[in-house]
């Protein structure tokens, strides 16, 4: 019997392989990856006029109602496909393509839809909007026509026949056809049942978009806190009363006229959150016909719930009532004022503490190379004496006498002792994801505690003025500012023992964690003050701060730092950082650190390599 079942185990797994192998519409022996190509269609999407902070990343399948055939059918798959689309936020690529026998064509059929991302605008009409936006790329950039035509031809003899279609697909299929080879000759596009096999030139709707969100209208009293502030505009809108489906929900039918349209009305579900409904607002402006529900209940109240924060007694210790700070908000293209609320905190089970035994050869061996810089010696030019002759200055002197607009000449060199004028604030980032284990025996918070205790023992040993913090965030209103070492205290055994009781946070708000780091440095008197900012990841936090709103935050963040007269520098240890950081930072703000068990040892010597400059 057991055997008898091993060998129908293996003549399935044998016939699935088999099959799903034969129905599939790819050619793998010819994919490509998106993580071959990608950092080169970030680079081709922001030259061609596509936002620097939008990221490219993987798309996931989507259920598109197409046709399957027979054989898919046996196989079970096709049943979601990957498609690209593009958010404004961020370029969804499939992870793989395969469409074409070529992996040249692949390849090329990336670069076409990063070019074509770039030219998009806010979607309206799927197939209208692909047609406009492919001309106006072929019209501003003829060379690509050559290409374009190439990716079209090799594609439309893998597209369904139409002759094997049902009479409205097959005229959907046609139009689709003749809009492929001649973008903006089609305006007008037959209605069927089902969608069309995917079109991997065109971009599609992002999934956000393909319901509206957020839309309910809710029974009851009404709270004014349901609404966000500000909008307070009144319009007459056509209504209907739709009764709520006991069943899964409505049937949509694939028009390309409306389908991907915020004015079609399907019925979904979607659970209450906390995010902030200003698309909801705007996308009632654009309706003229709303869909009223009475089954939609209006919530009885919100519950919210911190899960993941200890109870107070065995948490951090707060300093201070709080500091509140705005936030850049990239799609009003405004400062949200007071819109964050940081706290400084310190940590709760601090003892003072050495320098643990693991560090000390290491530590040693930094205090001797830094020590050596404590007291430099600067050569001063154009001095009335000195032991070396001036070159540039005796030239100078020369060339004004022979004017006859000599002054007293100062043609000597004189070496001086000088003492380092300079402050350092070095801020760590203490997510979450710091609990991550780097080996069998490390963690990366672990890293970054050896990192910063390393770094004490070098900016002692050299004399500089410095500070230590850390940072993490639970949504706006938590961003936790960790207090390791002010300006004003001394680093010893107290600093020590706050720095070996970190432990991992919650999320990386950056943008509120470098704006207050950037008023403690303003206030320093010192020549040159330097802000290092240590992460392992990109900003993210449980609210909307997440992808380009992130990225975009923290980039003002870095620019406001730059205006008061700082130095702000990243190092990471992201492998991805490739993708974002520049736009942060810029392209030589930032270092990134291959090997992170290498951190504690780099950081000193970039903080030298960075204050020579």
């Not at 519409?25 to 081709?44: D, K, M, N, S, Y």
């Not at 196989?75 to 793989?96: I, K, Y």
């Not at 002054?407 to 004028?421: A, N, V």
């Not at 205790?453 to 965030?473: H, I, K, N, P, T």
């Amino acid at each position: 019997m057991a055997v008898n079942l091993e060998l129908e185990e293996r003549f399935g797994s044998a016939w699935h392989r088999f099959i799903t192998r034969r129905a599939s519409p790819e050619f793998a022996e010819a994919a490509v990856t998106l993580g071959e190509v990608r950092q080169r269609l970030a680079l081709l999407f922001r030259a061609t006029g596509g936002a620097a902070g939008v990221g490219v990343e993987a798309a996931g399948a989507r259920e598109l109602l197409v046709r399957r055939s027979l054989l898919q059918q046996i196989a079970g798959t096709c049943e979601q496909l990957p498609v690209a689309w593009f958010d404004g936020d961020s370029l969804r690529l499939p992870a793989s393509l395969a469409v074409y026998p070529d992996a040249a064509l692949n390849r090329e059929l990336y670069r076409w839809l990063a070019l074509l991302a770039a030219q998009s605008a806010p979607l309206h009409h799927w197939a209208r909007d692909n047609q406009a936006w492919t001309c106006a790329l072929l019209e501003r950039y003829p060379p690509l026509r050559a290409r374009y035509r190439r990716l079209v031809e090799a594609h439309l003899p893998l597209r369904p026949d139409p002759a094997h279609l049902p009479p409205a697909e097959a005229a959907l299929e046609r139009a689709l056809r003749r809009a492929l080879r001649e973008p903006g000759s089609v305006a007008a596009f037959p209605r069927s049942e089902r969608a069309p096999w995917p079109l991997p030139l065109w971009l599609y709707p992002p999934q956000r978009l393909a319901a509206p969100q957020h839309t309910e209208l809710v029974e009851g009293d009404g709270e004014g806190g349901l609404s966000p502030p500000g909008h307070g505009g009144v319009a007459r809108k056509k209504a209907e009363r739709a009764e709520r489906d006991p069943g899964k929900g409505g049937l949509l039918l694939f028009r390309l006229e409306n389908l991907f349209s915020w004015s079609e009305h399907v019925e979904l579900d979607r659970a209450g959150d906390d995010s902030e409904d200003l698309d909801a607002a705007r996308v009632a402006d654009d309706l003229d016909h709303l869909s009223l529900s009475r089954q939609r209940q209006r919530k009885g109240g919100g519950l919210k719930l911190d899960l993941d924060l200890p109870p107070a007694e065995a948490d951090d210790l707060p300093l201070g009532e709080g500091i509140r700070l705005p936030e850049w908000d990239y799609r009003r293209q405004c400062l949200l004022a007071d819109h964050v609320n940081l706290q400084p905190m310190l940590p709760r089970d601090a003892v003072p503490a050495p320098l643990p035994p693991s560090l000390a050869v290491t530590a040693r061996r930094l205090r001797r190379q830094f020590e050596g810089l404590r007291n430099q010696r600067q050569w001063l030019r154009r001095q009335p004496q000195g032991s070396e002759l001036d070159l540039q200055a005796w030239l100078d002197f020369v060339v004004e006498r022979r004017q006859g607009q000599c002054g007293e000449p100062g043609l000597f060199l004189e070496q001086r002792q000088t003492r380092r004028d300079l402050a350092c604030l070095l801020l760590a980032d203490l997510s979450m994801s710091t609990d991550a284990h780097i080996d069998d025996h490390h963690r990366v918070i672990e890293l970054i505690g050896d990192s910063l205790l390393l770094f004490g023992e070098a900016l002692q040993a050299v004399g500089d003025r410095f500070a230590l913090y850390g940072f993490s965030s639970l949504r706006r209103h938590q961003v936790r500012l960790m207090q390791l070492k002010t300006f004003s205290e001394s680093y010893g055994d107290t600093v020590r023992g706050r720095i070996q009781a970190l432990r991992p946070g919650y999320y990386t708000r950056m943008g509120a964690a470098i704006r207050q780091a950037t008023r403690l440095l303003v206030e320093r008197r010192e020549r040159q003050r330097l802000l290092l900012i240590l992460t392992d990841g990109k900003p993210n936090d449980l609210d909307h701060y997440e992808g380009r709103y992130g990225v975009e935050d923290t980039r003002q963040a870095v620019l406001e730092a730059r205006r008061e007269g700082l130095l702000p520098f990243c190092i990471t240890i992201d492998r991805e950082a490739g993708d974002y950081l520049p736009h942060m930072f810029g392209s030589q703000g930032y270092l990134m650190i291959r090997d992170p068990a290498q951190l504690p040892v780099r950081l000193p010597h970039l903080y030298r390599q960075l204050t020579r400059r």
